[in-house]
């Protein structure tokens, strides 16, 4: 093999080192992407979760204007009508005590309601789990784009594709320098941003248990007297 044979091969075998280091990078990013999806995944089905239950305890609650009087106590918007109505209601979800109907009405309330406040603060301990690690990844992103020329890349990708040079040799044309930076572009990452993965969507903040209880305890017994066998479905 002459010196330029021998040149050219070991140019040759440096270029596919390049490009097969890019590759296995590029997986690894894309797992890392996959990651963060599945947890905002995680994120909205929680909410999705959260919203049933909010129903249920609409359906517990009975009266719209209970209801919205309730909801408006605990800071929270409340459910859909049509929600409330397709909700189903759970026997034994929460522990019922009381001896008598307005003491176990009120003690059902409360435990629909403390689901409500502890899945909204899981909630949000699942959203900053997954902005932290949309931040490693971001980090991972800005580290694979440092460490890779891409535009010395694209050209490496093409000169491996001698089909497509020669078609452009027998035309009589060159690659423009937009369709190199197009090239380019495609063959990098764009850091994560929270807004677009509704990771910067406002989540349900309810009221602790015990203020909203300390507070809307007439109303209940209102509810009961409007209807007295409010909340029964669920006994």
Wanted: glycine share 6%; no cysteine; charged share 30%.
């Amino acid at each position: 093999m002459g010196d330029d044979a021998y040149i050219q091969a070991l140019n040759q075998a440096v270029k596919q080192e390049i490009v097969q280091n890019y590759f296995r990078e590029r997986r690894i990013i894309e797992e890392e992407i996959l990651l963060v999806t599945e947890a905002v995944s995680g994120l909205l089905g929680g909410l999705y979760a959260w919203e049933k239950h909010r129903a249920r305890l609409g359906r517990a609650l009975g009266d719209a204007d209970i209801r919205e009087k309730f909801f408006d106590a605990a800071g929270i918007i409340p459910p859909r009508p049509e929600s409330v109505a397709s909700a189903a209601p759970a026997v034994g979800l929460t522990p019922i005590r009381g001896l008598t109907r307005a003491a176990r009405y009120a003690s059902l309330i409360q435990g629909l309601y403390k689901v409500l406040v502890d899945e909204a603060a899981g909630l949000e301990d699942e959203r900053q789990r997954a902005i932290k690690l949309m931040k490693e990844v971001n980090q991972d992103i800005l580290a694979f784009e440092a460490n890779h020329d891409l535009m010395m890349l694209e050209s490496y990708l093409r000169s491996m594709n001698p089909d497509a040079l020669q078609k452009r040799k027998i035309l009589g044309v060159n690659f423009t320098a937009k369709e190199k930076a197009v090239s380019a572009e495609a063959l990098s990452f764009k850091p994560l941003k929270a807004k677009d993965m509704i990771l910067e969507d406002p989540l349900p903040k309810p009221k602790q248990v015990s203020q909203v209880m300390e507070q809307v305890g007439g109303l209940l017994k209102q509810a009961l007297k409007r209807n007295p066998q409010a909340g029964a479905e669920f006994f």
